[in-house]
């Protein structure tokens, strides 16, 4: 619809939208992370939930407990290997519509503990990852961005063809794999559904 | 507070048998510390924690340390005669000093506010004869650090009354804090990779099409 | 309460298995019908401040059994230590305790010291006490905080802890650049002198502190609610606090006269005049009590420093930022963190890094107690004991 016809209208107090804007408009403006701090980001968070960052401008005060309750996990801070699998079955517990943000540079990389033997390098090695936070730890007007780019990407989403999302898809899947505990490290390493190893960037 | 030689002579008056070394320390701080035997390692900590004088009510911290095998090389010269003519001779004699965990503690008084005494407990090897014993008996505090030590180095600690891996998961085989011990291969591919980093992804990743 | 460790029983150190599940003795109560309930609380759970779980055994509402279990944060920070040179793990130490990263970096400033024999110019000096202390005041704000959300008090009293904690971290920030990440000790010294006008900030941030404790104290202090959920919950027996290493503000909530600032004072603390509150049953309430009071010893601690800083160097000329390299040897250095006694032990082979770097957590060891503090209790006071503990997971796993 024409954008100058629509704020003329909307100035005579007539509003006209279509279903997918008043859906993602909803969603995006409603969106209830889950409860779930992992270290030092979490405390970052925490301060973006409080007095003078004041998440609640943005609909995403409501920390929920239950991952039944949430559609927002915030990976805030290192997946250390012996929470990975917890991780992603909290993860495969949230309902759909579901985003992750990955908070600083520990849950995009392993970070400044890339060289942990009990690291996890990077959340996205078992979860597809909406938003990514770098960091170390992301400030809360870094949060605040990412959640206003998080709801960029929900009001953009088109309900219908191919671009649909993944949670209006039958065929695409809601929960992955959960990794299990082996005598070395977590088997599989990572979910080849979901993350690939990056090629090389230059031949020397 | 007494010396550690002071402590040392009255350690071996009270517990018959035992022996102990005082260890120097290098460094300007001079935190000496004794060395003892495992076979009387309780009964000296239990005189430490016991006696009037020095009352160790308080285990601060208890570390395990990882000493590998070390060969070292002592050059010597000598002269001998070869084929009629005297000549000097450089040679290299190789000393191997077998590899050991050691377990140390550091004592406090809290009553009076005294310390440190340091405690080293040592492993026959590094293979089989990991076994220390534990001083959690004594002093609880030592409880998660003992299980600390086990999960990561492999002490046993005999005596101890919850000897489970504490950091790792129970089906870990590994000991990541033994110097030897070999992470998985799992590095992240880094933007601009050289030197070590190249070579494994080379192994690891895809090359550019 | 009985003998050290009365409550668990005995392994077969024959031969101890690689791993063994948990095995439950039960203390079944007299009114109890007999049937137990496992619950684990955690990893992920509201009220364990991270990711810590406990395996606790119910029998109705009252806990009979609990074992913490630890590692999900397990970051291999010793690991690290080892392979990094020793100024490359200043800014790791701010990742153990994140609340109290300025007190890390004391510490392993501290331990370095000794094994290379630094000294810290006076003005450097000055400078670790006043942020050592407006660490504390914000650590300990921010748990009273943390321990009435867990009482159930959701958000407010938190926000308000939050509230003044922002504004010491933006002290922290002109300072050092970070909020939460400080890095600033150096061996020897500071990183930086102190920007101009931040004397001026601190103090009067430290002139308007009272007034929030005021506010705080109002609230809660007399609150009907809170005494009687804390108080006799949790009690630690004095000697059951010293034999299991506990130190802190838990350790002197039991009455033990031992704060390392006087004990075995470090830094320049002999100097300021400051008292240090102790409790009386070692209970919830007085652990809590605790915090309230210190931050009220740290604030006179930080009025005498901020009025008597001297100007000049702030680290020591000799201190080598490249090519540290300390002579062979080993040394321990421990401070009276917010935590608890954090230390620092070290030693050294004579290469760029430690042979052995090993962080003596106060968290951790204060955990030893967990089971004591909670037999008996409802499972609801779990959530409170722990509170009063005062963990933080990056420190109890590193």
Known sequence: MDEHLRNELSRQGIFVTTLEELYNWGRKNSLWPLGFGLACCAIEMIATSMARHDLARFGAEVFRPSPRQADLMIVAGTVTKKMAPQVVRLYNQMAEPKYVIAMGACAISGGPFKQGYNVLKGIDRYLPVDVHIPGCPPRPEALLHAFMTLQEKIAAQALTGEQRPRHLRADAPGAFPVPEFGAHDLQPPHNPEVWTPPRLARES | METLEQIKTRVELAVPGASLTVIQNGSPCAQHSILVDNEHALEVARFLQQDPQLRLDYLSNVTGVDWLEQVLQEKSRSRRVIDGVEREIEETTEKRVPGYLEAIYHLYSMELKHGPVILRLRTSD????????????LWRGAEFQEREIFDLYGIRFEGHPDLRRILMWDSFADHPMRKDYVEPDDYEYEPTPHDEVLERARQHYLPRT | ????????????????????????????????????????????????????????MLDGERVVKLKPVFGYLHRNHEKIGESTTYLASMPYTDRLDY??????????????????????????????????????????????????????????PLMYAFREREKILDLFEALTGARMMCNYMRFGGCRCDLPPGWLERARALVAGFPRFLDEFEALLTGNEILMSRTQGVGVLPRELAINASITGPGLRASGVNYDLRKADPYGI???FSFRIPLGDHGDVYDRYMMRVLEMRESLKILEQALRDIPDGPIIDPKAKIRGFRPKPGEAYARLEGPKGELGFFLISDGSPNPYRYRVRPPSL???????????????????????SVDIVLGEVDR
């Open chain 3, 99 to 156: 609340f109290c990263s300025l007190t890390n970096n004391w510490a392993y400033a501290l331990a370095v010291e000794r094994l290379a024999g630094l000294q810290v110019p006076e003005r450097a000096e000055y400078i670790r006490v006043i942020l050592a202390e407006l660490t504390r005041l914000q650590n300990h704000a921010c748990l009273g905080g943390f321990l009435l959300q867990d009482m159930g008090a959701s958000g407010t």
């Open chain 3, 1 to 56: 309460m009985t003998g050290p460790d009365s409550s668990h029983t005995h392994t077969d150190t024959a031969s101890p298995p690689a791993w063994r599940r948990p095995t439950y003795e039960l203390r079944p109560q007299a009114e109890g019908d007999g049937r137990m309930l496992e619950i684990s609380m955690g990893p992920q759970h509201p009220s364990t401040h991270g990711v810590f779980r406990m395996d606790v």
């Open chain 3, 269 to 271: 603390y002999p100097r």
């Open chain 3, 365 to 387: 060891i204060n955990l030893t107690v967990l089971e004591d503090l909670c037999l008996g209790h409802h499972v609801a006071d779990v959530v409170i004991i722990l509170g």
């Open chain 2, 126 to 137: 590094r293979a089989k004869g990991t076994v220390l014993p534990s001083l959690t008996p």
